[in-house]
């Protein structure tokens, strides 16, 4: 008697209902995803300017002063008679870094000029302030 050998049929995995069930999950969480706007740790409340200017920047330090004359530097608490040094090591670390003041519009101004004393002692030429817009009038 002679038999013949069967063949074997391949195993075939089919990934197309997968690669749907992935999909359709992708575009669940790609449609329910909130995105947060970045709000700063420290709550102050900015001086309105009538002639206030958006100017992109590349992740700035931001140097915050509060109304009751506590000093940040990217959301970190520092003395005052530290600002200084640290100002100039980072500008030492990086020369194109840039630095921007937020300062209560109910902060003491003797601590804004403490601040500004401290970036030209860094070295820091301009100091731009952070400010709101006016809103229009009609």
Do not use: W
Not at 93 to 111: E, G, I, N
Not at 114 to 119: C, I
């Amino acid at each position: 008697m002679r038999f013949f050998p069967r063949k074997r049929r391949v195993p075939v995995v089919n990934i197309v209902s997968l690669i749907d069930i992935l999909v359709i999950v992708l575009i669940f969480f790609v449609v329910t995803t909130t995105f947060r706007k970045e709000e700063p740790v420290v709550q102050i409340e900015l001086p309105r300017s009538g002639q206030a200017k958006f100017s992109p920047m590349d992740a700035p330090v931001v140097i915050y002063v509060t109304a009751d004359e506590r000093i940040f530097l990217n959301d970190t608490p520092i003395e005052p008679d530290r600002l200084g040094p640290e100002l100039k090591e980072r500008r030492a670390r990086d020369p194109t870094c840039q630095f921007v003041l937020k300062a209560s519009k109910r902060a003491p101004f003797q601590t804004i000029v403490h601040v500004m004393d401290a970036a030209k002692f860094a070295g820091i030429a301009a100091l731009p302030t952070i400010t709101q817009e006016e809103p229009q009038r009609p």
